[in-house]
């Protein structure tokens, strides 16, 4: 595929179904937005902030203050302006996903690029959040854009995009440590060559400090948008806490509805923990290639994430792109990709049942978000059993090399 035909020709076919797409309703369905990230909440957000309301005291509105700065000044929404914002989101996040596989193979221009933009622009998991307005697109932009700047020895930049991404969705910060590592290391494809992290560890802390500076700075501008800190429990706390069980794609809404007030703190406190425990363990066994390392760390959040979407699945199959080399080694991708299939045509199937028709139970709907969570944890499974593989297959030869 040759990229500079295919892109302009992806990005005007996705302009074209935003535009399409826009009279149909796609901004409340809960398996594209969350109250975390709904567009229709977004707006009422705005509306308040503009007639002088404090929209964070209605328990209601909980996108960071600065989309609401954002989108309330410099940039309106409206039926024009928004298919085109999100449009330029979706190619930037494109473009920033190949320029990461150009770092990676160390290369001005690959065979492979025309192929990444269309598997990112072309993915049902991406394109339909953004054709529903959902403000994950601006997450997964802000990502992809951290780790191609990571990627070329930005450290400044790549900090500051990550802390802009920590401010709209706190659990992202789980990528801190892998991030940092990454830019110490190098984004060089190292997995058929596992060599120990030699950099000295101590350069990241320099890192960490300047991440908590730019956190530091955009938390006071947020603060001074809004004129208070009742944004932080409305905004930051709310994954942690789960005030809103509205049902999306993940594993926690239903479990928490179902759940004794008496039980609910500890039960809240390990879910939490449990996204935490798989950072430093990945980082240690993938410490020789930690854009691999960055990888399994989006599938961990796109598995386990409190208010999940289909675009966050969407960015960790992507991802998986710009890792050819893992393909031979994987174990049951048939399985994998069948689950993912079928999850997929259950999800709307028994929302709509449940929701639209009335005929269902909201276990109708969980028990697809239970496949969906399996099949997301087989991929998941699978890229860490090829990436270890592919490892082991490069000192497998060598050491038969030797004792040839």
């Given at each position: 595929?040759?990229f500079?035909?295919?892109?302009p020709?992806?990005l005007?076919?996705?302009?074209?179904?935003?535009?399409?797409?826009?009279?149909?309703?796609l901004r409340?369905d809960?398996?594209?937005?969350?109250p975390?990230?709904?567009?229709?909440?977004?707006q009422?957000?705005?509306y308040?902030?503009?007639?002088g309301f404090?929209?964070?005291s209605?328990g209601?509105?909980?996108?960071?203050?600065?989309?609401?700065?954002?989108?309330?000044t410099?940039?309106?929404?409206?039926r024009i302006?928004?298919?085109i914002?999100?449009?330029a989101?979706?190619g930037?996040?494109?473009?920033?996903?190949?320029?990461?596989?150009?770092?990676?193979?160390?290369?001005l221009?690959g065979?492979?690029?025309?192929?990444?933009?269309?598997?990112?622009l072309?993915n049902?998991?991406?394109f339909l959040p953004?054709?529903?307005?959902?403000?994950?697109t601006f997450?997964?932009?802000?990502?992809?854009?951290s780790?191609?700047?990571?990627?070329?020895?930005?450290?400044?930049?790549s900090?500051?995009?990550?802390a802009l991404?920590?401010q709209?969705?706190?659990?992202?910060a789980?990528?801190?440590l892998?991030?940092?590592a990454l830019?110490v290391s190098g984004?060089?494809?190292?997995?058929?060559l596992?060599?120990?992290?030699n950099?000295d560890k101590r350069q990241m802390l320099p890192?960490f400090?300047?991440?908590?500076?730019?956190?530091?700075?955009?938390?006071f501008?947020s603060t001074?948008?809004?004129?208070?800190?009742l944004?932080?429990?409305q905004s930051?706390?709310?994954?942690l806490?789960?005030p809103d069980?509205?049902?999306?794609?993940?594993?926690?809404?239903?479990?928490?509805?179902?759940m004794?007030d008496?039980?609910?703190a500890?039960?809240l406190m390990?879910?939490s923990?449990?996204?935490?425990?798989?950072?430093?363990?990945?980082?240690?066994?993938?410490?020789h290639d930690?854009?691999?390392?960055?990888?399994?760390?989006v599938?961990?959040l796109?598995?386990f994430?409190?208010?999940?979407?289909l675009?966050?699945p969407?960015?960790?199959l992507?991802?998986?792109s710009?890792?050819?080399?893992?393909?031979?080694?994987?174990?049951h991708?048939?399985?994998?990709?069948l689950?993912?299939?079928h999850?997929?045509?259950?999800?709307?199937?028994?929302?709509?049942?449940?929701?639209?028709?009335?005929?269902?139970?909201a276990?109708f709907?969980?028990?697809?978000?239970?496949?969906?969570?399996?099949?997301?944890?087989?991929?998941?499974?699978?890229?860490?059993?090829a990436?270890?593989?592919?490892?082991?297959g490069?000192?497998?030869?060598?050491?038969?090399v030797?004792?040839?």
């Amino acid at each position: 595929m040759d990229f500079n035909t295919t892109f302009p020709v992806l990005l005007a076919g996705r302009y074209l179904l935003a535009l399409f797409f826009q009279d149909v309703d796609l901004r409340n369905d809960h398996l594209l937005s969350t109250p975390l990230t709904a567009y229709p909440r977004l707006q009422e957000g705005i509306y308040l902030f503009q007639q002088g309301f404090d929209p964070y005291s209605g328990g209601l509105f909980r996108h960071s203050p600065l989309l609401l700065s954002l989108f309330s000044t410099i940039l309106p929404l409206t039926r024009i302006t928004s298919p085109i914002v999100w449009t330029a989101v979706d190619g930037a996040a494109a473009w920033a996903l190949i320029d990461v596989w150009r770092a990676r193979i160390n290369v001005l221009k690959g065979s492979r690029e025309g192929l990444i933009a269309a598997l990112y622009l072309l993915n049902p998991y991406t394109f339909l959040p953004s054709l529903a307005w959902s403000t994950s697109t601006f997450e997964n932009m802000l990502i992809l854009l951290s780790l191609r700047f990571a990627c070329r020895g930005r450290s400044s930049m790549s900090l500051l995009t990550f802390a802009l991404l920590v401010q709209l969705s706190l659990p992202w910060a789980v990528m801190l440590l892998p991030l940092t590592a990454l830019i110490v290391s190098g984004p060089e494809s190292r997995l058929a060559l596992p060599r120990p992290f030699n950099a000295d560890k101590r350069q990241m802390l320099p890192l960490f400090a300047k991440f908590a500076v730019y956190s530091m700075m955009l938390t006071f501008a947020s603060t001074l948008v809004c004129g208070n800190w009742l944004w932080v429990e409305q905004s930051w706390i709310a994954p942690l806490m789960l005030p809103d069980l509205t049902p999306n794609p993940g594993l926690w809404w239903y479990f928490f509805t179902e759940m004794f007030d008496h039980f609910r703190a500890f039960f809240l406190m390990v879910f939490s923990v449990h996204l935490l425990i798989y950072i430093v363990p990945i980082c240690i066994k993938f410490q020789h290639d930690l854009l691999y390392a960055c990888f399994l760390t989006v599938g961990v959040l796109a598995t386990f994430k409190a208010y999940p979407t289909l675009s966050d699945p969407g960015l960790f199959l992507s991802l998986w792109s710009i890792f050819p080399e893992t393909y031979p080694h994987l174990r049951h991708p048939m399985i994998a990709g069948l689950l993912h299939i079928h999850s997929a045509l259950l999800l709307p199937l028994f929302h709509h049942l449940w929701l639209v028709q009335g005929t269902g139970n909201a276990n109708f709907f969980y028990a697809s978000t239970l496949v969906f969570g399996l099949a997301n944890g087989a991929v998941l499974l699978d890229t860490l059993w090829a990436g270890l593989r592919t490892a082991m297959g490069r000192i497998t030869d060598e050491y038969e090399v030797i004792q040839e």
